[in-house]
Every structure is written in C-alpha cells, then in structure tokens.
C-alpha cells in the first residue's frame, strides 16, 4: 500500500490549510487511517483518527476544535483540515493506515505510512 500525502505549505498563525492522504488501493473499507506528526527535535505524535466508515474519531487533546479529520472510501483519501493554526503546529504529518478497522491513536497499530507533508506556522 502506497500513501502520498500532500496540502503542506507555509501559513501565518490563525490560517488554515487542508491535507489529503490518497492511498495506492481501496483500504477505505476495512481500515482505520489516521493523521501523526513530528516537530524538529521532537517525537512523532497522535493527531487524529477515524474509523473504517467514519462512524469514530479521535483528536489529540492539542488539536480538539481546530482540526477536522473526514474520508472518502470511494476516493480512497482520508483529509485533515487544519485550522485556527498555531506556530507550534509546525511539523511534518504523516499519514497512516492502521492493521483494523478502528480508529487509534495508538502508533504501533499502523501498518502503512505516508512520507510526510511538512506544515510550517509563522507567528
């Protein structure tokens, strides 16, 4: 399975951009998918999750009410929305196929990664 990520850019603080994850086959219907991310210097972290019909999503508690995480299984692309941007929302995101149908935050529980989308916030 192949993952290419892709809506990085630059952004002032308070802006938005929208990330999109297309994978290589149609795992919409059996997979979680999830978005992760990694700051220099910093471990990678959980950033959001949806289930295999979007029926269940999880954020991390640093993005609840400014990201937005959806799918399209017919598409074969899971999104993130990013909004109200802060500078420490600066990373690169990765997006991640996970070996069930559930949504997760849970790292080890990812088959498939993306290469990264770098995302930078200026203040």
């Known amino acids: 399975v192949q993952l290419q990520a892709s809506g990085g850019g630059m952004v002032q603080a308070g802006g938005s951009l929208r990330l999109s994850c297309t994978t290589s086959r149609r795992t919409g219907g059996n997979n979680g998918m999830g978005w992760f991310r990694q700051a220099p210097g910093k471990e990678r972290e959980f950033v959001a999750a949806?289930?295999?019909?979007?029926?269940?999503?999880e954020y991390a508690d640093s993005v609840k009410g400014r990201f937005t995480i959806s799918r399209d299984n017919a598409k074969s692309t899971v999104s993130l929305q990013l909004s109200s941007l802060k500078p420490e929302d600066t990373a690169l995101y990765y997006c991640?196929?996970?070996?069930?149908?559930?949504?997760?935050?849970?790292?080890?529980?990812?088959?498939?990664w993306g290469q990264g989308t770098l995302v930078t916030v200026s203040s």
């Open positions: 991640a196929v996970a070996y069930s149908s559930w949504a997760t935050a849970d790292s080890s529980r990812y088959a498939y």
């Open positions: 949806i289930s295999w019909n979007g029926g269940r999503i």
